[in-house]
């Protein structure tokens, strides 16, 4: 048994850290983004555990988006060993168990 094992998912989070309604206003400007040409979606971003400026936006569209058995590979700065790269590749861990991470 192995010490992920032991370890239970953090209570009080939601699948994917964003809360439903979130995700779903992500999803409908992320396609009205797609299929309007030229359109610039409004968007106020979401309260994330990251610092401003370090991938939020990209990482709240990712969060949105996933679902059960799929993978993500995590890259900052064209390396995934990076401070940040680690660190948003934990977060994604925690609030997805059954994500796979790269």
């Known amino acids: 048994?192995?010490?992920?094992d032991l370890v239970?998912?953090?209570?009080?989070?939601?699948?994917?850290?964003?809360?439903?309604?979130s995700k779903k206003e992500i999803r409908r400007k992320l396609l009205k983004a797609v299929a309007?040409?030229?359109?610039q979606v409004p968007f106020g971003s979401r309260e994330m555990p990251i610092g401003r400026g370090w991938g939020t936006g990209g990482l709240q569209i990712t969060l949105a988006l996933l679902g059960t058995g799929d993978r993500v590979k995590v890259i900052d700065q064209g390396t995934d060993a990076?401070?940040?790269?680690v660190n948003i590749r934990r977060l994604i861990e925690r609030t997805?168990?059954?994500?796979?991470?790269t």
Request: glycine content about 10%; cysteine-free.
């Open 82 to 85: 990076s401070v940040n790269a």
């Open 8 to 21: 239970h998912p953090q209570a009080g989070y939601n699948y994917a850290f964003l809360d439903e309604g």
């Open 1 to 4: 048994m192995a010490l992920k």
């Open 36 to 39: 309007l040409p030229g359109y």
């Open 96 to 101: 997805t168990p059954d994500v796979t991470t």
